[in-house]
Protein backbone atom coordinates (compact mmCIF):
# COMPACT_ATOMS: atom_id res chain seq x y z
CA UNK A 1 0.00 0.00 0.00
CA UNK A 2 1.15 3.42 -0.72
CA UNK A 3 1.93 5.25 2.16
CA UNK A 4 3.59 8.62 2.69
CA UNK A 5 3.00 9.70 -0.58
CA UNK A 6 0.79 12.73 -1.28
CA UNK A 7 -2.27 12.24 -2.81
CA UNK A 8 -2.30 13.21 -6.79
CA UNK A 9 -4.96 10.35 -8.11
CA UNK A 10 -8.04 9.27 -6.03
CA UNK A 11 -11.18 7.74 -6.78
CA UNK A 12 -14.50 8.78 -5.13
CA UNK A 13 -16.96 5.63 -5.37
CA UNK A 14 -20.56 6.87 -4.96
CA UNK A 15 -23.46 4.73 -3.31
CA UNK A 16 -22.07 2.16 -5.78
CA UNK A 17 -23.97 -1.19 -5.18
CA UNK A 18 -22.40 -4.08 -6.60
CA UNK A 19 -19.18 -5.50 -4.37
CA UNK A 20 -18.54 -6.97 -7.54
CA UNK A 21 -18.07 -3.38 -9.53
CA UNK A 22 -15.95 -2.51 -6.66
CA UNK A 23 -13.97 -5.34 -6.44
CA UNK A 24 -13.12 -4.58 -10.57
CA UNK A 25 -12.64 -0.65 -9.80
CA UNK A 26 -10.05 -1.76 -7.33
CA UNK A 27 -8.48 -3.87 -10.11
CA UNK A 28 -8.41 -1.50 -12.50
CA UNK A 29 -7.41 1.57 -10.13
CA UNK A 30 -4.30 -0.47 -9.42
CA UNK A 31 -3.29 -0.70 -13.27
CA UNK A 32 -4.06 3.58 -13.00
CA UNK A 33 -1.56 3.59 -10.42
CA UNK A 34 -4.23 5.51 -8.25
CA UNK A 35 -3.60 6.40 -4.70
CA UNK A 36 -6.84 6.19 -2.73
CA UNK A 37 -10.31 5.06 -3.35
CA UNK A 38 -12.80 6.73 -1.13
CA UNK A 39 -15.83 4.51 -0.39
CA UNK A 40 -18.70 6.86 0.15
CA UNK A 41 -22.18 5.89 1.03
CA UNK A 42 -23.79 2.27 0.62
CA UNK A 43 -20.61 1.28 -1.30
CA UNK A 44 -19.54 -1.89 0.19
CA UNK A 45 -15.74 -2.04 1.68
CA UNK A 46 -12.84 -4.66 1.22
CA UNK A 47 -13.65 -5.82 4.75
CA UNK A 48 -17.42 -6.00 6.65
CA UNK A 49 -18.54 -4.73 9.81
CA UNK A 50 -16.46 -6.75 11.40
CA UNK A 51 -13.61 -6.05 9.89
CA UNK A 52 -13.06 -9.45 8.24
CA UNK A 53 -12.02 -9.62 4.22
CA UNK A 54 -15.01 -10.01 1.83
CA UNK A 55 -13.89 -12.87 -0.10
CA UNK A 56 -16.39 -11.99 -3.16
CA UNK A 57 -14.52 -8.51 -3.52
CA UNK A 58 -11.43 -10.31 -3.35
CA UNK A 59 -12.44 -12.51 -5.85
CA UNK A 60 -12.66 -9.86 -8.37
CA UNK A 61 -10.01 -7.42 -7.12
CA UNK A 62 -7.46 -10.38 -7.04
CA UNK A 63 -5.35 -8.71 -3.98
CA UNK A 64 -5.77 -5.06 -5.23
CA UNK A 65 -7.79 -4.27 -2.27
CA UNK A 66 -4.73 -5.02 -0.16
CA UNK A 67 -2.48 -3.15 -2.45
CA UNK A 68 -4.57 0.30 -2.82
CA UNK A 69 -5.10 2.92 0.16
CA UNK A 70 -9.17 2.88 0.91
CA UNK A 71 -11.44 4.99 3.37
CA UNK A 72 -14.85 4.79 4.07
CA UNK A 73 -16.65 8.27 4.26
CA UNK A 74 -20.24 8.33 4.81
CA UNK A 75 -21.57 11.71 2.42
CA UNK A 76 -19.95 11.68 -0.92
CA UNK A 77 -20.29 15.95 -0.78
CA UNK A 78 -18.15 15.83 2.48
CA UNK A 79 -14.76 14.39 0.50
CA UNK A 80 -15.45 16.50 -2.93
CA UNK A 81 -15.13 19.43 -0.43
CA UNK A 82 -12.25 18.46 1.72
CA UNK A 83 -10.30 17.44 -1.51
CA UNK A 84 -11.44 20.54 -3.38
CA UNK A 85 -9.55 22.58 0.03
CA UNK A 86 -6.70 20.33 -0.96
CA UNK A 87 -7.07 21.92 -4.63
CA UNK A 88 -7.80 18.46 -6.63
CA UNK A 89 -9.64 19.04 -9.68
CA UNK A 90 -12.90 16.50 -9.50
CA UNK A 91 -14.39 14.99 -12.39
CA UNK A 92 -17.46 13.04 -12.40
CA UNK A 93 -18.00 10.55 -15.12
CA UNK A 94 -21.81 10.81 -15.70
CA UNK A 95 -24.81 11.37 -17.73
CA UNK A 96 -25.68 15.18 -17.94
CA UNK A 97 -26.85 18.35 -19.54
CA UNK A 98 -23.71 19.65 -18.63
CA UNK A 99 -21.31 16.82 -19.44
CA UNK A 100 -18.44 17.39 -21.73
CA UNK A 101 -16.64 14.17 -23.75
CA UNK A 102 -14.37 12.74 -22.40
CA UNK A 103 -11.99 12.52 -24.50
CA UNK A 104 -11.88 16.55 -24.15
CA UNK A 105 -10.97 16.21 -20.68
CA UNK A 106 -7.61 18.27 -19.87
CA UNK A 107 -6.69 16.95 -16.14
CA UNK A 108 -4.98 18.71 -13.60
CA UNK A 109 -3.70 17.12 -10.62
CA UNK A 110 -3.90 16.35 -7.97
CA UNK A 111 -7.44 14.60 -9.53
CA UNK A 112 -10.28 12.93 -8.48
CA UNK A 113 -12.92 10.61 -10.80
CA UNK A 114 -16.41 10.39 -8.99
CA UNK A 115 -18.21 7.07 -10.22
CA UNK A 116 -22.05 6.88 -9.49
CA UNK A 117 -24.65 4.64 -8.17
CA UNK A 118 -25.37 2.02 -11.20
CA UNK A 119 -29.25 3.11 -11.60
CA UNK A 120 -29.47 6.38 -10.01
CA UNK A 121 -25.92 7.84 -10.97
CA UNK A 122 -24.57 10.39 -9.20
CA UNK A 123 -26.82 12.52 -7.00
CA UNK A 124 -27.13 16.32 -8.60
CA UNK A 125 -26.20 18.27 -5.29
CA UNK A 126 -23.24 15.94 -5.55
CA UNK A 127 -22.58 17.13 -9.66
CA UNK A 128 -22.97 20.66 -8.65
CA UNK A 129 -19.70 20.18 -6.66
CA UNK A 130 -17.47 19.09 -9.24
CA UNK A 131 -15.67 20.60 -11.67
CA UNK A 132 -16.34 18.70 -14.42
CA UNK A 133 -18.97 16.36 -15.93
CA UNK A 134 -17.51 13.43 -18.13
CA UNK A 135 -19.51 11.65 -20.38
CA UNK A 136 -18.53 8.64 -22.55
CA UNK A 137 -20.70 8.72 -25.56
CA UNK A 138 -23.10 5.98 -26.19
CA UNK A 139 -23.17 5.27 -30.04
CA UNK A 140 -25.67 2.03 -29.68
CA UNK A 141 -28.91 1.56 -28.42
CA UNK A 142 -28.40 1.22 -24.35
CA UNK A 143 -28.17 4.15 -22.96
CA UNK A 144 -25.15 3.49 -20.62
CA UNK A 145 -22.01 1.19 -19.63
CA UNK A 146 -21.69 -1.17 -15.99
CA UNK A 147 -19.94 1.36 -13.76
CA UNK A 148 -16.81 -0.70 -13.92
CA UNK A 149 -16.67 -0.80 -17.61
CA UNK A 150 -17.30 3.07 -17.53
CA UNK A 151 -14.54 3.82 -14.85
CA UNK A 152 -12.05 1.83 -17.04
CA UNK A 153 -12.69 3.65 -20.18
CA UNK A 154 -12.95 6.99 -18.17
CA UNK A 155 -9.84 6.40 -16.14
CA UNK A 156 -7.23 5.29 -18.62
CA UNK A 157 -8.42 8.44 -21.25
CA UNK A 158 -8.20 10.96 -18.09
CA UNK A 159 -5.68 9.80 -15.82
CA UNK A 160 -3.79 8.24 -18.61
CA UNK A 161 -0.40 7.78 -18.31
CA UNK A 162 0.66 10.42 -15.84
Known amino acids: MKKAEK ?11 SVYNVGSIF ?19 PTDRFGRARKDLAKVALGAEKD ?41 YPL ?8 GGIDKKTLNLCDLIAEIPMMGNKESLNVSVSFGIAGYQIFGDK
Open 112 to 119: AIVMGNEV
Open 7 to 17: LKKVVILDNIR
Open 68 to 108: IAWEYVKETKEIIKKLKKEKFQIIAVEQDKKSINFKKIKPK
Open 27 to 45: RTSDALGIDKIYLCGCTPT
